[in-house]
Nanobody, 116 residues
Framework: QVQLVESGGGLVQPGGSLRLSCAAS????????MSWYRQVSGKERELVAG???????NYGDSVKGRFTISRDNAKNTVFLQMNSLKPEDTAVYYC??????????WGKGTLVTVSS
């Protein structure tokens, strides 16, 4: 059974930092393309960051220079380090995986709230 379980969300003040984690199981994580998306109620889900099995990364324009995606294949986990957080970063953050054979999976999301 495939699972993507996010953790690390919460309430943080503007300018603060959070680190999200996504623990994966049930597929070959080391060969999967992993991403973080986020969604605000009433808006489309948007790509935050992605990382290939070769550690090539890409980022949404709104988070470049502030967020960093990384992965630990030994622990089947992908991370999102979020620095210099802004109120507009408030959203539900979802982990997404695409396997080597093209299967796609989503986590249930973790809420990040940036507010003073």
């Amino acid at each position: 059974q495939v699972q993507l379980v996010e953790s690390g969300g919460g309430l943080v003040q503007p300018g603060g930092s959070l680190r999200l984690s996504c623990a994966a199981s049930g597929f070959t994580f080391s060969r999967a393309y992993m991403s973080w998306y986020r969604q605000v109620s009433g808006k489309e889900r948007e790509l935050v960051a992605g990382i290939s099995f070769g550690d090539r990364t890409n980022y949404g324009d709104s988070v470049k220079g502030r967020f960093t995606i990384s992965r630990d294949n030994a622990k089947n986990t992908v991370f999102l380090q979020m620095n210099s957080l802004k109120p507009e970063d408030t959203a539900v953050y979802y982990c997404h995986g695409v396997t080597f054979v093209g299967m796609t999976y989503w986590g249930k999301g973790t809420l990040v709230t940036v507010s003073s």
